[in-house]
């Protein structure tokens, strides 16, 4: 199978059909993920609206691209892929992440890009969680780690776990160099 296909099917895994949360966004609009955003982006990835580049990185990252940017040369509506190890529940969790932004792009959505982060963030670490993946996987103080808290408070039904959590989260993205470039403006998909 080729990584597009093993993409297809981590989005309609068990583990990924189990993930759904909402959770109120910087400003204030409600943010969902849920079955309905990756059976979307799986859509999408089997008639050929979304394309997959692999090799763009020599490391074990992943990007979605919405738009194309000639600055980087990347084109729109693409994941790109490093040399990710491709049958690990790592590079799964990466692309339930990835994932979330492509179906906020394809649903021509417009929210603050801390937003579009942290719920990727969050998809990403109830994968982890879903698939057996314990906290202490990720490296301490990541954005995986506190937005796994974050998953552990929603099972709970903890809503000061959540929110605690949750602030951490976007304080940890505000102030990472990873983000800078673009975590304070607004995303906009164009489906």
Do not use: C
Not at 66 to 72: M, P
Not at 89 to 108: G, Q, Y
Not at 128 to 153: E, K, M
Request: aromatic share 12%.
């Amino acid at each position: 199978m080729g990584v597009k296909g093993q993409m297809i099917s981590i989005l309609r895994s068990n583990e990924t059909s189990r993930i759904a949360f909402s959770f109120t966004g910087s400003n204030g609009a409600t943010i969902s993920v849920g079955q309905a955003s990756f059976r979307r982006v799986a859509s999408a990835l089997e008639d050929g609206r979304l394309s997959v580049v692999e090799g763009r990185f020599t490391t074990n990252i992943a990007m979605y691209s919405a738009a194309a940017n000639s600055d980087d040369n990347t084109a729109a509506n693409t994941f790109y892929l490093g040399n990710n190890p491709r049958y690990s529940r790592l590079f799964n969790a990466l692309i339930v992440h990835e994932s979330v932004h492509a179906s906020f792009d394809l649903t021509s959505a417009t929210l603050p890009w801390l937003d579009n982060e942290a719920a990727a963030y969050i998809a990403q670490a109830y994968y982890a969680r879903n698939s057996g993946l314990g906290r202490l996987t990720f490296d301490f103080g990541s954005p995986t780690i506190i937005a796994y808290s974050v998953v552990q408070g929603m099972r709970a039904n903890n809503t000061s776990d959540v929110s605690f959590f949750l602030d951490e989260l976007r304080n940890s993205l505000n102030s990472s160099p990873m983000y800078h470039d673009y975590i304070r403006t607004t995303f906009t998909g164009d489906g």
